[in-house]
């Protein structure tokens, strides 16, 4: 009998369940002895408090016990402890904010938070701002802007620092500064050995590229410190459109992502969004101009489509931004799955990608009706690559490429109530992910790249860097990681060996 992929990893994942659980109580206790009063078990407010934190319904796992370091010295113990059990799973949790269920958190094994180690603090002379691991990005603008700086963080304030930046990281001011990640001068960090060390440009070097992009594969992170920028107010918000609206924003995106209309000073994205109940689709934008003096800008024929249901388009500082659109994402907590791909645009590709996911997700929600799905097809820009003479990261596009100028990411999502809708619900996003590649592909339009914190479980993104990129991730993993803690060990993440 032939098993399917699917089958035979389901079969794995039991066997490797049932021999990693049998020392984890043990764990916890040796956890709690080495780190008295950061040790945290279910009956403990504390332990209930961090699974509740998950912004998302799937990600409240329930491991044997929370650990809460306060320092990288806390997180390199713990690290000690769970070596030398090493049959003991651990997840680490930043802000918690991927939506794949077991990166973050975990069940019957240890979960690090590291919502602890959340200081922000502006250092030498307003040039960097170093922010703990568990910072959330509000917690960075907010403590920024005390100082009339700003920094590359999240677009939506409940979205954690340190899953943000070693996954890429898209930012307001991506457009003029590029990749987030690119923005750090400096990561501490936590290894598997015992070790905290540094890496930048002069000490780990590898380790430092390594680390933008390729996230929990090499160790913890404990601290970053980012480039700081002046603090600016930017103008933007969400546009809700009638649903009339949708191929007029959509031929407005196209004409955007034009690389004769480039704006190094507008971020954001475009989305049609569909509710099941209420079989609507309804086209968004949710877009900002960095420097309100020069707006429209690139944003002028995205404003200017009509109907407009809601225009909340106003100046503020990017805290208010990311606060605002924060409330949207914690105001009701479901499950929510996404994928993603990218793709080159050309004049017709925005729409037949559209009518493509338009004609398929009202059957694939039709088919899970009682848990109320409704989906999102998400077109926005990516950040450029480094220049020559820049420091490197992991993502693969050469100093030569302009994705900021003509590439755009897409993501795909299902957000539903009901856990038993899970599966079939991520099929279809399989199977939405499929046809649109080969749709890309056929068009000639289609690249590999795949924005890791966009990605789902059963995507690849750190192969889409590329082989030779890949390779070196590998390299600087067996040279940091030399037991593999973080390959074996470590629940979630996309892993290298």
């Known amino acids: 009998m032939r098993l399917s992929r699917t089958l035979l990893g389901s079969l794995a994942a039991v066997v490797v369940s049932a021999q990693y659980n049998t020392t984890q109580p043990t764990a916890c206790a040796e956890l709690a002895s080495a780190l008295p009063e950061r040790v945290f078990f279910p009956e403990a407010p504390t332990y209930n408090a961090s699974i509740s934190s998950y912004p998302f319904i799937q990600l409240r796992l329930h491991p044997n016990c929370v650990v809460r370091p306060t320092s990288a010295k806390d997180v390199s113990v713990a690290l000690g402890v769970l070596q030398q059990n ?53 917690d960075a603008y907010d403590a920024a802007e005390k100082r009339n700086l700003t920094v590359l963080a999240g677009r939506i304030g409940v979205v954690g620092v340190a899953g943000f930046l070693t996954g890429g990281g898209v930012s307001f001011l991506s457009p003029q500064h590029g990749w987030a990640c690119d923005a750090v001068v400096n990561f501490e960090v936590a290894l598997a050995t015992g070790e905290i060390v540094n890496a930048n440009a002069t000490a780990n070097s590898d380790l430092f590229t390594a680390l933008k992009g390729g996230q929990n594969n090499f160790g913890i992170v404990t601290r970053f410190d980012v480039k700081a920028y002046p603090a ?28 004769k209309n480039f704006d190094p000073y507008v971020a954001g994205w475009v989305t049609i ?144 109530d009901g856990a038993q809708a899970t599966d079939g619900l991520e099929k279809g996003l399989k199977d939405l992910i499929e046809v649109v590649e080969e749709l ?58």
């Open 273 to 416: 969004r569909y509710n099941h109940s209420a079989a609507l689709f309804n086209p968004v934008a949710i877009m900002w101009h960095t420097k309100p003096e020069l707006k429209p800008g690139g944003l002028k024929q995205i404003t200017e489509v009509k109907p407009q249901v809601m225009n909340g388009m106003i100046e503020a500082s990017i805290s208010e931004h990311t606060r605002n659109a924060s409330r949207q994402v914690v105001a009701t907590p479901r499950r929510t799955i996404w994928a993603t791909t990218s793709f080159h645009v050309n004049p017709t590709i925005v729409h037949k990608v559209h009518a493509l996911w338009k004609s398929l997700v009202p059957e694939i929600s039709e088919t899970y009706a009682y848990a109320n799905p409704s989906g999102e097809l998400t077109f926005q820009a990516l950040p450029g690559s480094p220049r020559k003479g820049a420091a490197p990261n992991s993502l693969g596009f050469s100093t030569n490429d302009t994705p900021e100028k003509d590439m755009v990411f897409l993501q795909i999502v299902f957000t539903f």
């Open 86 to 138: 090493n049959r003991t799973r651990f997840a680490v949790k930043g802000g918690g904010h991927n939506a794949n269920a077991g990166f973050n958190n975990i069940d019957n094994g240890v979960t690090i938070d590291m919502q602890s180690l959340k200081g922000v603090e502006v250092a030498r002379g307003d040039e960097v701002v170093r922010v703990g691991a568990g910072a959330l990005s509000q």
């Open 232 to 259: 600016t107010r930017i103008w933007g918000g969400r546009i809700v459109y009638a649903p009339s609206a949708a191929t007029d924003l959509l031929n407005a995106f196209t004409e955007f992502k034009t690389p």
């Open 440 to 497: 890309t592909q056929e068009e000639g339009v289609y690249h590999p790249y795949k924005y890791l914190n966009f990605a789902a479980w059963f995507q690849d993104p750190l192969r889409s860097y590329g082989k030779e990129q890949k390779k070196k991730l590998k390299e600087v993993a067996r040279k940091y990681d030399p037991k593999g803690v973080f390959q074996k060990q470590v629940s979630g993440g996309f892993k290298l060996l």
